[in-house]
């Protein structure tokens, strides 16, 4: 079983920036393709981006292309996701998802979701 708990939300100004973090628990968290998604109020949950075990092959959404970088460090057993230039369309529950596999369709794991609100 892994547990996910995500931290660094909050309320911002377009075009502020904001660090998102996620702490895993377990030993084998290089094991595992880690990832963000995100859900708008009245909109189903959208992939923002992929990260795998070695930290390699990186994936992002188009709507966070250039803006947004998703990194891990595995001696901290956590994944971050940068988010420069925020827009007021990034508002979201933003939940850290987790899979014991290269790829994270369908994720095992999935944390409580951290608030990120954007105004303009």
């Known amino acids: 079983q892994v547990q996910l708990v995500e931290s660094g939300g909050g309320l911002v100004q377009a075009g502020a920036s904001l660090r998102l973090s996620c702490a895993a628990s377990?030993?084998?968290?290089?094991?595992?393709?880690m990832g963000w998604f995100r859900q708008a109020p009245g909109k189903e949950r959208e992939f923002v981006a992929r990260?795998?075990?070695?930290?390699?092959?990186?994936l992002y959404a188009d709507s966070v292309k250039g803006r947004f970088t998703i990194s891990r460090d595995n001696a901290k057993n956590t994944v971050y996701l940068q988010m420069n230039n925020l827009k007021p369309e990034d508002t979201a529950v933003y939940y850290c998802?987790?899979?014991?596999?290269?790829?994270?369709?369908?994720?095992?794991?999935w944390g409580q979701g951290a608030q990120v609100t954007v105004s303009s």
């Open positions: 998802a987790a899979k014991r596999s290269d790829y994270l369709n369908e994720p095992d794991y």
């Open positions: 377990g030993r084998t968290f290089s094991s595992y393709a």
């Open positions: 990260i795998r075990g070695s930290g390699g092959s990186i």
